[in-house]
């Protein structure tokens, strides 16, 4: 018996060669893994894709969501964190000093959403110690309150002699009054009589209505009298004294005059008149005898 053998020849293997190399060419598109990678076909294992890379751990950190819950990482989203559970808040609402209403925010716990603010009035109020307050947005435009202070322990004693505190009366500083005093009550009768002697010599009676304190005493300061001027007796002029309620100065007082002597024709002798500033005294008129004796 004859075997025959069959032997390739060079073109054979050659055409063998290229369809090989062309069924070990796999398409060039890729697959996204769960972790964000990608893979390509496996010319190896009938172009399938490779498989993906085992999934990493992710850090065991948690994520708090507006809810109050709590969410931690996925592997499968490249250990990002998982989406809040969204969740359906109470549907009451909250009144707003102005008026309005606000509901509650899914994004903040299931908060009350901040009311809005509105524009007050601008106008002010007179506190008790002499400063002013706005109004308040947060509370309906209400005015705000006034300061409240913290007051020295010293006392203030009212004048004595009234007809109902006849021993004085004492108070402390008031917080409502900007630590100022209180007036001292008023006497439904009269002060004490006594009066109050002022620098310039004039004197002051107690004042009802200043709380039995002694009228303010004249001032003499920039006092401006009138510029009329009196005369003396004595030939001498006076004018008016700004720190003496404008009354005229007093007179000087009679002149000195020298004790010389002035003789007459009839022989008679006259002096000098102190109150015709020292000028001599009128000489004596002699009488006529009409008989001629």
Do not use: W
């Amino acid at each position: 018996m004859k075997l025959s053998i069959a032997i390739p020849t060079f073109a054979s293997l050659l055409l063998l060669s290229t369809f090989v190399t062309y069924t070990d060419a796999c398409t060039y598109d890729l697959k996204t893994c769960p972790d964000g990678t990608q893979v390509a076909r496996d010319p190896n294992n009938q172009c399938r894709f490779e498989a993906c890379p085992s999934r990493k751990a992710c850090a065991y950190d948690l994520k708090t969501c507006p809810d109050g819950t709590q969410v931690a990482r996925d592997p499968n989203k490249q250990c990002r964190f998982k989406a809040c559970p969204r969740r359906a808040c109470p549907r009451d609402l909250k009144p707003c000093p102005d008026g309005t209403q606000v509901g509650r925010d899914a994004n903040n716990q299931c908060r009350f959403k901040a009311c809005p603010r509105r524009a007050c009035p601008r106008d002010l109020r007179d506190c008790p110690d002499g400063s002013q307050v706005g109004r308040d947005p947060k509370n309906n435009c209400e005015f705000r309150r006034c300061p409240s202070y913290s007051c020295d322990n010293d006392v203030k004693t009212c004048p004595e002699g009234s007809s109902v505190f006849p021993g004085g009366f004492s108070m402390h500083r008031d917080p409502a009054l900007g630590c100022r005093f209180q007036k001292c009550p008023k006497a439904p009768g009269v002060c004490a009589g006594d009066l109050k002697q002022c620098k310039d010599g004039s004197y002051v009676p107690r004042v009802l209505e200043n709380d039995c304190y002694h009228e303010e005493c004249p001032s003499t300061l920039f006092v401006s009298c009138s510029a009329d001027v009196k005369e003396c007796e004595n030939g001498v002029f006076v004018s008016r004294d700004p720190n003496n309620n404008c009354k005229f100065e007093e007179c000087p007082s009679t002149l000195v005059c020298d004790a010389e002597v002035k003789k007459c024709r009839d022989g008679a002798f006259v002096s000098r008149d102190p109150s015709n500033n020292c000028e001599f005294e009128d000489c004596p008129i002699r009488k006529t005898n009409l008989r001629g004796n």
